[in-house]
C-alpha cells in the first residue's frame, strides 16, 4: 500500500488518485453538508432556472504551446466544465496573477488569445482581478476563472447516473494534449507534430444535446486523462465499464510518443475530449451526429456499461485478453493545464 504523503506533493494535481484523495479529505470539507457530489460544475436552482457554476485555475507550463497558450487553454477549460454538466455557457470571470518582470508583449498575446477564445466559445468576459507578485513567486503567469451558464429545462446529467446497458463513447482523438506539452517542455521530437486539442467543447455539445439523445453522463477528459474518467464515473455510479481497446481512437504519434516517454495513452491529458454515456437507444445516431461536427469527426463508441465489477474498468486488449484499466497514482505530467 501506498504511504499517504505528509505534504503536498505536484501528483496532487494530477487528476490521480492523490488529487481524488485531496478532494475527498480536504476540499469536501469546504462545501455545505447538503452538497451533491462533486462535478464539473454545481447546479444552482435561481428563480425556476437552473444555472451552472464552476472555477478553475490554470497554471500550464510552458504557458505557450502547440495548439495553444494559458490563454486559449482558461477560457476554453471553463467552458468544456460548464458544457459537460449540459450548460450552455454565458460568462467568464477572469484574474490573472502574474509576476514582476513578465514582458509585456506576452501579456498581451495572451490577451488576444482570451479575447479569441472568448469569441469562439461565446461568452462574455465580464470582471476580473489582476495581482502582481515579486520576481521569482510565481512562474510567469497564473490565470484563474470563473463560469457560468443555463441548464435547459429536460436536461440532466452526472456521473452518478450510468447504469448498466449504456454505452460509452468518446469524441475523437485522445493524448494530444498531454503529448504536446511534454514536447515543448521537454524538447522532445516525436517524429511528427502534435498539437494540442484544446477546443470549447460545447460547440459539439450543446447541439448534440439539442436532438434530443438520451445522454445521461459527461465528463471532459482531462487530468489523468481517459483512464481518470471512466474510472470516476464507474465509481460515482456503482457500475463496471468494459471498454475495447481497439475501439479507442490514439493516434500513432501519441502512441510513439507514448512507447519513447514510457506513458499510458489513456493517462495522457486531453483539452477537447470528453465520455459521454449514453442510454443505447441511439448510440449509432449519437456517434454520426458526432462524426458530422468538427469536434467529433473522430467519435467512437468504446464501450459498455455493466453490473459485473462495480466500479471497476476492464479493457479487452487487442490481444484477445482483459485488464483493469487503473487510475494513475500520481502525475505522468505536472502542469499540463
Do not use: W
Amino acid at each position: 500500500m501506498e504511504k499517504i504523503p505528509d505534504r503536498i506533493l505536484l501528483a496532487h494535481g494530477g487528476g490521480g488518485i492523490l488529487m481524488r484523495e485531496l478532494i475527498e479529505e480536504v476540499v469536501k470539507r469546504i462545501g455545505s453538508a447538503d452538497a451533491p457530489s462533486l462535478q464539473d460544475s454545481a447546479i444552482v436552482e435561481i428563480d425556476g432556472s437552473r444555472i451552472a457554476f464552476t472555477t478553475d485555475s490554470f497554471v500550464v507550463s510552458p504557458i505557450f504551446f502547440p495548439g495553444g497558450d494559458i490563454g486559449t487553454l482558461s477560457i476554453y477549460g471553463t467552458v468544456n466544465d460548464l458544457a459537460v454538466s449540459g450548460a450552455r455557457p454565458i460568462a467568464v470571470s477572469l484574474a490573472f496573477i502574474v509576476e514582476e518582470g513578465f514582458p509585456m508583449e506576452s501579456l498581451e498575446r495572451v490577451a488576444d488569445s482570451i479575447r479569441s477564445a472568448a469569441d469562439r466559445a461565446g461568452v462574455s468576459i465580464v470582471t476580473g482581478d489582476t495581482k502582481v507578485v515579486e520576481k521569482g513567486k510565481a512562474d510567469g503567469i497564473y490565470i484563474n476563472t470563473s463560469g457560468i451558464g443555463v441548464v435547459p429545462d429536460g436536461v440532466s446529467v452526472s456521473t452518478d447516473a450510468a447504469k448498466a446497458g449504456d454505452v460509452i463513447i468518446v469524441n475523437g482523438n485522445i493524448g494530444e494534449h498531454g503529448l504536446a506539452i511534454a514536447s515543448k517542455r521537454e524538447g522532445i521530437d516525436f517524429g511528427v507534430d502534435i498539437e494540442s486539442d484544446s477546443a470549447p467543447l460545447s460547440e459539439l455539445i450543446i447541439p448534440m444535446l439539442e436532438q434530443g439523445f438520451a445522454v445521461r453522463a459527461m465528463r471532459d477528459a482531462t487530468r489523468g486523462g481517459l483512464a481518470a474518467v471512466l474510472n470516476e464515473i464507474a465509481s460515482d455510479s456503482g457500475v463496471g465499464m468494459v471498454v475495447d481497446e481497439a475501439q479507442i481512437p490514439i493516434p500513432e504519434a501519441v502512441l510513439s510518443g507514448c512507447e519513447l516517454m514510457g506513458y499510458e495513452p489513456l493517462n495522457i491529458a486531453n483539452e477537447g475530449k470528453f465520455v459521454a454515456v449514453e442510454d443505447g437507444s441511439d448510440a449509432e445516431r449519437v456517434v454520426e451526429f458526432m462524426r458530422s461536427r468538427e469536434l467529433g469527426r473522430n467519435a467512437a463508441l468504446i464501450g459498455e456499461v455493466v453490473s459485473e465489477h462495480p466500479g471497476t474498468v476492464v479493457m479487452k486488449t487487442i490481444y484477445g485478453g482483459q485488464r483493469v484499466v487503473d487510475v494513475p497514482y500520481g502525475d505522468l505530467l505536472p502542469r499540463i493545464c
